[in-house]
T-cell receptor, first 112, second 115 residues
Framework: GENVEQHPSTLSVQEGDSAVIKCTYS??????FPWYKQELGKRPQLIID?????GEKKDQRIAVTLNKTAKHFSLHITETQPEDSAVYFC???????????FGTGTKLQVIP | EAGVTQFPSHSVIEKGQTVTLRCDPI?????LYWYRRVMGKEIKFLLH????????ESGMPNNRFLAERTGGTYSTLKVQPAELEDSGVYFC?????????????FGSGTRLTVV
């Protein structure tokens, strides 16, 4: 089955700096890669996703990149703000009825 | 539209007791998933319903866990008897269509503590 690894487990950045979270996956059939943000005590929420026919996707201050050959994908947050502080999960999914497999999460702390 | 609703939000039970968690998916979502997060680890898949049928239950830890979705609406996850290692946050998620490009909508989770 699919295995998703995520690094780092914790990340502290100064407000205004950029943050990068990296993930690798094992199943070459995976073709959908969502990212979820979980604020303290709240539900995980989808913030951005990318499909395997695209190498990069951007939405305001967040962007995701995908390297299918190397089987890794990354989340980039620019101009970080304190409200970006949360746990971020990467995930991977192949087609049909396959489940979404999550990484172990990255706790991001943005220091004002 | 109402989101995915889970209850209880918290449950503290003693080892050996029974607990039943409930999830109400978004109306019209055929796909319902149960996941669990143990402290500091990944959000781990438990099982997937399509309507009332179990599509994939490969993540269920053992036969102390029983999930049902009668009528294809809400789902329950029963743990009987509970063990200490069952502690964690149990998330339910739903999605409308089965396919590669569909994100989940998560509930707020049930934090289960077995003492």
């Amino acid at each position: 089955g699919e295995n998703v690894e995520q690094h780092p487990s914790t990340l502290s950045v100064q407000e205004g700096d950029s943050a990068v979270i990296k993930c690798t996956y094992s199943d070459s059939a995976s073709n959908y890669f969502p990212w979820y943000k979980q604020e303290l005590g709240k539900r995980p929420q989808l913030i951005i996703d990318i499909r395997s026919n695209v190498g990069e996707k951007k939405d305001q201050r967040i962007a995701v990149t995908l390297n299918k050959t190397a089987k890794h994908f990354s989340l980039h947050i620019t101009e970080t703000q304190p409200e970006d502080s949360a746990v971020y999960f990467c995930a991977a999914k192949s087609g049909g009825y396959q489940k979404v497999t999550f990484g172990t999460g990255t706790k991001l702390q943005v220091i004002p | 539209e109402a989101g995915v609703t889970q209850f209880p939000s918290h449950s503290v039970i003693e080892k050996g007791q029974t607990v039943t968690l409930r999830c109400d998916p978004i109306s019209g979502h055929d796909n319902l998933y149960w996941y669990r997060r143990v402290m500091g680890k990944e959000i781990k898949f438990l099982l997937h319903f399509v309507k009332e049928s179990k599509q994939d239950e490969s993540g269920m830890p053992n036969n102390r866990f029983l999930a049902e979705r009668t009528g294809g609406t809400y789902s329950t996850l029963k743990v009987q008897p509970a063990e200490l290692e069952d502690s964690g946050v149990y998330f339910c998620a739903s999605s409308q269509m089965t396919g590669a490009s569909v994100g989940y909508t998560f509930g707020s989770g049930t934090r289960l503590t077995v003492v």
